[in-house]
């Protein structure tokens, strides 16, 4: 089966760059993906990596390391906004398959 | 851009009752999704849809649940007779084919079982 470990929650000041961590237990390995979801609004497709490195999306980066089974997601220039629960998710297998989440990170952007 | 619809935003039942969870998925996309998410907790997988039937679903999706694509649009979600425990929120999802390809979810239905 899946798991993900992430912290329950990370508090950052407005402006500051924020790393919310995941680890992963699974039993093939086919990508990791971040969404974003706003307190009773739909989860939001962020950013997805198969590969090891880092990925850039504007203020957002994404970092997988498949030896450690670990990734982050990076959020610069904290925005108030930015204010959600963060959640890791991995397919369990190849193609179009649904997807095992972590149970998210909420993060509290302050003034 | 394209999003997918849900419908209702809200739906409150009383226990026992049949309910109908509607959603359009985007429509150039051919996987469909159903997720839930009870309060504070994290997005559980339900079932998924290919092809005109169900590709895989969880232990959550028994007896009670069924999924329909009635038409070239729509994709629903029904539980026959609801319990207290179903009350949550309900996303469907869809994704275009070829590999890597992200899930776009709906705003979701709030399910109220009383």
């Known amino acids: 089966g899946q798991s993900l470990e992430q912290p329950s929650e990370v508090t950052a000041v407005e402006g500051a760059i924020v790393q919310i961590n995941c680890t992963y237990q699974?039993?093939?390995?086919?990508?990791l993906s971040w969404y974003q979801q706003h307190d009773g609004g739909a989860p939001t497709f962020l950013s997805y990596n198969a590969l090891d490195g880092l990925e850039e999306t504007g203020r957002f980066s994404s970092f997988l390391s498949r030896s450690d089974s670990y990734g982050y997601l990076l959020l610069q220039e904290l925005q108030m906004k930015d204010s959600a629960s963060y959640f890791c998710a991995v397919p369990p297998n190849s193609g179009n398959t649904p997807l095992v989440f972590g149970k998210g990170t909420r993060l509290s952007v302050i003034a | 851009e394209p999003e997918v619809t849900q419908t209702p935003s809200h739906q409150v039942t009383q226990m026992g009752q049949e309910v109908i969870l509607r959603c359009v998925p985007i429509s150039n996309h051919l996987y469909f999704y159903w997720y839930r998410q009870i309060l504070g907790q994290k997005v559980e997988f339900l079932v998924s849809?290919?092809?005109?039937?169900?590709?895989?679903k969880s232990e959550i999706f028994d007896d009670q649940f069924s999924v329909e694509r009635p038409d070239g649009s729509n994709f629903t979600l029904k539980i026959r007779s609801t319990k207290l425990e179903d009350s949550a929120m309900y996303f469907c999802a869809s994704s275009g084919t070829g590999a890597n390809q992200p899930q776009h979810f709906g705003d979701g239905t709030r399910l109220s079982i009383l």
């Open positions: 699974t039993s093939g390995f086919y990508g």
């Open positions: 849809f290919y092809n005109n039937e169900i590709s895989e």
